[in-house]
Every structure is written in structure tokens, then in C-alpha cells.
């Protein structure tokens, strides 16, 4: 039998190491919230590929649409021909989307998605500036990197980042930053960096995903649409990690009562199949000149008739009310956890529908990352049949990504084995 180890092993030695594996394992097969590794063992997955398949893996919608593409063609090139799945697609995300008067264009990668989003604005506004955030996470090309808000390990020692990007810090005021503090900094950069008329664009997760899924305040995304607003700047939303029902809504941004100008979207979109896409005013997207935007693959044809039965199955299995139900589920245990003596300390316990975190602190009652119990606990979730991902600026928090199609004994014996990896280490 092929062992998990000698996979490793051999992953070692043809794979480089700036790709990290977090767990140790290779999979054979996945169905909806299981998989099962190459020694027939079976995990809960709590973690959906990085928020990928909110649908499940293998949804039989999903893989029927994928198939069916399959039998017509495989690639065309939207920039050679049209097809109808690519069209589709784009105006169904045009009528979902909180923007009035959208139009909507794909790509394959969320980077790709969201530096294509910086470029539209700057083609828009003619302005080279961007603001990003703290603990932002945007991708790991060169100008994403340079608009993720962490440098280690993200960011290449002995690269420059790229011209015009500026970090505001994000508001967490339990880790030492209030909203009127990160404002405050908003305006230092607009007056010690760059003036407000030459920046093209704000961007900010609804929810931070790496970063520690932190929700970015109600009134303080508020505040950042008045003064995109007041200076003629792009608000641009990244939903790459929270569309797509996660946070219990289609869009994240729908939480917030604002019309962002562009959102970059992927993940979820695909259920698995690799498709990103920006949608945005109509007037800003038209902004960049014939030719300026696209990408050989971008808008695959399979990935497109995939993310056409995501949007059917989001709506037929309701999986906005879903994702806010299993959050409740999730929180509920969580604050337990946090309540109980013989757990690892845990501090705050956050989320957003099924978008839900916790931190792990040295002391209980206290607020002191402890990033070295993170790792235990997420691998000793490992060896009780539990995939999960840790995240965070200070890289103590373990977020919970389950597919929003979980069964519910799955959710509850995921859960279970969190404890049990709570109580281990
Ligand atoms: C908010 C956000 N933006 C962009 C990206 C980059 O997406 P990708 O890894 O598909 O390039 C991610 C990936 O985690 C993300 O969470």
C-alpha cells in the first residue's frame, strides 16, 4: 500500500518548499465533508480547499454541469470566440451582485482577479495609488503581495514592493486598534504619503480571510465608501475568500449597506473547478481600452458551467440560510470551549454565517496570540480525522471553513474532534 509518508517523502524532493502542505497527507477521494488519504484513513474537512467548495466536494450538480461542458469542448478562448456559458455567467453575477449597472469579466486565479481590479481602477481614475489594509491578504503575485498586508512569509526578501501600494492599519481593537485610530492613519497616509486625488483605489476584505477573519466594521466600511466617495476613489470590495454564501449572504458586502464600485471574486465561484472574475460599475469596468484585459484561460468553459450549477445549488439548497445556521451551531460550541477548564485557553470567538474563527492566547481570559498551541491544535485535530486551517496576523487563529453542504452529524462530529484536539495539547 503507498503510505502518506513515503508520498511526503518524494513531495520533498520534486516539490520546492515555498509551497507549503499543511497537512501531511495525500488524498484519494473527497465526497462533500469527507475525504479519505492514500491509507484509506477518513478526515471531516474543515477546511474546503481554502473556502472552495462551499458546495462539497464532488456535488453531483456541479460535476454533471463539468461533464456535460466536457462532452461539447474544453477551451476556447474568450478572446477567439464567445460562448454561451461565459455570457451566462457574467449576467447572472451582474443580477446577484450589490452593484447596480454591473458588468462582470473572468480570469482564473483570485490574485489574477483582484490585480486586475487595481488595474481597472487605475485605468478608470487615471491614478496610480492604492490603499490596502493590515493583515490584508490579496495574493502572491507581485502587486497582490505587495497589497497583502503581511510581509512574512508572503512578501520575496530582496524584492522591492511594487510603486504606489499603502498600508492603513485594519481596526481589531482587542489587538490595540479602534476604528477612529485606523481613520486617524488614513488621513497621516493621505497627507505624509499620497494625496487622496491620486489614489485609484481602496481595497479591503469585507472579512479578512488570512488574515484572522476579522470582520472590517459596519460603520468603518461606511466611513471608507464616504471617502471614496469625497475624492473620486474605486471602493473595491475582495470577496475571494467570502462570496458565494459563506458569510450567509451571497456577496459579504451585502452586510454592510454600501454599492462597492469593483468586487474580484473566485474560489467558491468554480465548487472547485479554477475560475475568478471582477465585477464592477459598468462605467468603471469599460475603463480599460480593447485588448488591456484577459488571459488565455481566463473564463474556462468548464469552469464556467461549474460556477452556473454553484449558483444553482447556492439557491436551491439555500445555502445563505444554511451557512448562517451552521455558524450558530459552530459559535455556540465554540463559546463552550472557551468556557471550559480543561481546553487549550482560547481568547475571541468571531464569525460571520459560517465564515467562523477563534484565537488561541496563552492565558485564559487574555489576548496573547499563542501561535505555537495553533499549530498543535491544528495538527493534533490532524491525527484525530479533522482537517483544519490556521490563519491570522498573529498567526493564532484557527478558522473554520466547512463546506456549507456539511451534514449536520458531520459538522457535530467535526466539532467533537476539535475538543478532542483542544483537549490534547
Ligand atoms: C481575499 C483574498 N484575495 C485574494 C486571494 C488570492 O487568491 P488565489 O490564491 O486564488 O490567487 C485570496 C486567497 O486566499 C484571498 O483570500
Redesign the pocket.
Known sequence: MISNASLVARRQAAVPRGVVTGAPIFVERAKNAELWDVEGNRYIDFASG??VTNTGHMHPKVVAAAQGQLEKYAHLAWQVTGYDSYLELAERLNALAPIANAKTIFFT??????ENAVKIARAYTKRQGIITFTG?????TQL?VSMTGKAVPYRTPGTPAAPGVFHCPFPIPHHGTTEDEALHALAHIFKADINPTDVAAIVI?PVQ??GGFYQTPVTFMRRLREICDQHGICLVA?????GFARTGKVFATEHFGIEPDII?V??ALGGGFPI?GVIGKAEIMDGVEPGGLGGTYAGNPISCAAALAVLDVIEEEKLCERATWLGEVMLKRLHAFKQSNTLRPIGDVRGLGAMVAFELVKERGGNDPDPDATKAVTAAALDAGLILLSCGYYANTIRILAPLTIPEAHLHEGLDKLEIALKAV
Do not use: L, N
Open positions: 481554502i473556502a486565479t483570485g490574485a489574477e482577479a483582484t490584508a491578504f490579496h495574493g502572491r497582490t476584505e480571510g488570512e475582495d470577496e475571494v475568500q467570502t474580484p473566485a474560489k475568478s
